[in-house]
């Protein structure tokens, strides 16, 4: 843990303006971003006595070992580089908004020839139009299935789409007036993109014009007796009425705004977003995170609208967004956001009204959305905390230990012996760090040699991370020498607190030597034995017997056997690969049919070589040439030795004796 004091810039060395800043770890991973009007006296708040500040606060300075910042010309542009580096470096100590789903749009792909109509989910892309985001993607399909006999737009995939084009005959839609067929020529690319751009602007809210525009035409049509037609057009605004209806009329004066509600407590805070256009409730999505800063509603607003925002541009922000409480930095935030959509944006609370009315409302939504996550998260949530307790407990370590990796060899008779390494982190699998390893250095069966390798391997990595830092001195040539660290986390940059491996003493001891072999001394190991479930720590003669009902114990054993699974998964891949070529490929003229043949007919390679060459030459398309080929090659080839299942005596039969391939 750090002392503020001993990274603080000299007085006059930070300037007055507006700019961005960034606090680094001691292994350079920035760890919070923040914005100031007057650099010099937002940093200098957070260099006071640490007893002073917030909690939170407090826990960031002592954490990190150096801070740096750019200067900018406007607030305007260091709130926009706050967002692009909290997006680029995810830091630990800001606020991240993450949906507590993946909400679907609806999307027209605008940016093709042919527009398409779809349910899309994830991260928006360019040249494509999003109308929601829903709370079910059948709320959408219900919609548009309405929408799609007045605007006959394609919804089909490039596959189906070019598939129709060959053959020269449209999709089922096609033919019962649901689709309009540019596949097959029946609209031109102009027409269609036509259909698009009004199916977007009757979704967007400019319905009115639209209705009446068809309900002249319907009563044209009766005119001038085409019954019809203006029967269709009559029905055709029943659907686009009966769509407009799965909305409800929530603001009268056809209002387009967006409005955020927060509910909050001490440690987490959900967010509730109504997407309103033209009066109705088109959209809603929801936000949750813990507060690992020091920040009131005022500053969650803040950070939302940078998520919410920060990568929209045009009429993606409406002309008015409604909150419960105004940020601090308000008419820069105006400024921000009428610069992403191009004209002046309403940044305000809602006073009486409609309006509050709605706010109240979204603020219910977020309450529950909050109290649903609690009650999904508490008791998981608390049992990872006690089981962390209880294993920095049990083997005596300062802390809890955080980050656990765990490491097992997995082989099979000798061969294709590999590792496995696998990261939890507060209790939960980290399955974006795992890592897998080939055993290098010698031939042969020897998990004791095998762990030292791989744990050597794996921290000496690390090492190397640290010494592009210049915090470390490599030795023997080992590193690449110091580099400009960009503070985004590397492969192997993190240490962990603790060290598991999948055993008992003898391989304790060799992930316990390969770590003093690097200096390596503030990491624990520990492992854990399959036959009676016992914890080995280095050096002890005893092993540590923690009770059979201790959540200590139950997550060192998931663990253990996910990194048990991680590396079977990888031996098993390995060895399939090794089987594919079968000792059938090695016959010369013998294609996949004629192989196919023989082990359908014999049913394994094994019958085949015990099979006589008449007996192979009843194969349909086998002569007495190949047969007389196959069976000296499988004459010269060995049969390898059967494996078995150590736990079960059982013998596992060669997928390549069986004929087929993984």
């Not at 800043?21 to 260099?47: N, T």
């Not at 999505?285 to 045009?314: C, F, I, N």
Request: glycine share 8%; net charge neutral; proline share 5%.
């Amino acid at each position: 843990m750090a002392d503020p004091s001993s990274y603080r810039p000299q007085p006059g060395q930070i300037p007055e303006s507006p700019g961005v800043y960034k606090f680094r770890d001691e292994h350079r991973r920035v760890i919070y971003v923040g914005k100031a009007k007057s650099l010099r006296q937002r940093l200098a708040s957070y260099f006071q006595d640490v007893a002073n500040l917030h909690p939170r606060t407090a826990t960031m300075v002592t954490t990190a070992a150096s801070v740096e910042w750019t200067v900018v010309s406007t607030e305007v542009e260091a709130l926009q580089l706050e967002y692009s580096w909290i997006k680029e470096f995810d830091p630990r100590f800001n606020v991240k908004y993450r949906d507590d789903k993946s909400y679907p749009s609806l999307a027209v792909t605008m940016n093709e020839e042919y527009p398409r109509v779809q349910v899309m989910r994830g991260p928006k892309k360019k040249g494509v139009r999003y109308f929601g985001p829903y709370g079910h993607a059948w709320a959408i399909r219900e919609t548009v299935d309405l929408m799609l006999r007045v605007f006959p737009v394609r919804t089909c995939s490039a596959g189906v789409f070019k598939r129709s084009a060959q053959i020269g005959r449209p999709c089922l839609l096609g033919y019962i007036g649901k689709c309009s067929a540019p596949c097959v020529g029946r609209v031109t690319p102009e027409e269609h993109r036509e259909l698009a751009e009004d199916f977007c602007d009757f979704m967007a809210g400019r319905t009115g014009t639209y209705l009446s525009r068809l309900e002249a035409r319907m009563h044209e049509a009766a005119e001038d007796m085409e019954y019809e037609k203006a029967a269709r057009l009559r029905d055709d605004i029943g659907a686009l009425r009966r769509a407009m209806e799965k909305n409800a009329v929530v603001l009268a004066d056809a209002t387009d705004a967006d409005l955020i509600a927060v509910a909050e407590d001490e440690l987490e805070a959900a967010v509730q977003i109504f997407h309103v256009r033209g009066g109705r409730v088109r959209g809603q999505r929801g936000w949750v995170t813990d507060k690992v800063e020091a920040v009131d509603t005022a500053g969650l607003v803040e950070h939302a609208l940078q998520q919410l925002y920060g990568e929209e541009k045009g009429e993606a922000v409406p002309k008015e967004v409604l909150v419960p409480a105004l940020p601090e930095d308000t008419p820069v935030l105006g400024q921000w956001l009428a610069e992403r959509r191009g004209s002046q944006v309403s940044l305000r609370i809602p006073q009486r009204g409609d309006k509050k009315a709605l706010m109240e409302t979204v603020h219910r939504n977020a309450q529950q959305s909050l109290a649903l996550h609690k009650t999904k998260r508490a008791a998981d949530l608390t049992t990872r905390s006690r089981a962390l307790e209880e294993i920095a407990e049990a083997l005596e370590l300062d802390g809890a230990p955080l980050r656990i990796e765990c490491f097992d060899i997995s082989h099979l008779q000798g061969d294709d012996v590999v590792a496995s390494m696998v990261v939890f982190e507060d209790g939960l699998a980290r399955k974006s760090e795992y890592r897998r390893f080939q055993i290098k250095s010698f031939e042969g069966q020897d998990d004791v040699r095998s762990m030292h390798e791989v744990v050597s391997r794996r921290f000496r990595r690390y090492l190397q991370e640290k010494s592009k830092t210049g915090e470390w001195s490599p030795e023997d040539g080992e590193a690449d020498g110091p580099e400009e660290d960009d503070g985004r986390p590397k492969r192997f940059a993190y240490p962990p607190q603790l060290v598991v491996v999948d055993g008992g003493r003898p391989q304790v001891t060799a992930a316990k030597r390969a770590l003093e072999e690097l200096g390596i001394d503030d990491v624990a190991v520990c492992g854990l034995a399959k036959r009676l479930e016992e914890v080995w720590l280095p050096g002890e003669d005893d092993p540590v017997v923690l009770p059979r009902t201790s959540e200590g114990l139950y997550l060192l054993q998931r663990v253990r056997d996910e990194a048990h699974r991680f590396a079977i998964q990888y031996q098993r891949n390995k060895r399939g690969k090794r089987f594919k070529a079968g000792p059938l490929d090695e016959v010369p003229g013998l294609g996949e049919s004629r192989k196919q043949a023989l082990i359908k007919h014999f049913g394994s390679v094994k019958k085949l070589r015990a099979a006589t060459i008449d007996q192979i030459c009843e194969v349909p398309g086998i002569g007495r040439k190949t047969a007389e080929t196959v069976a000296a090659a499988l004459a010269q080839a060995v049969p390898a030795r059967p494996a078995v299942n150590m736990a079960t005596g059982e013998i596992i039969e060669d997928e390549s004796e069986r004929g087929t391939t993984p």
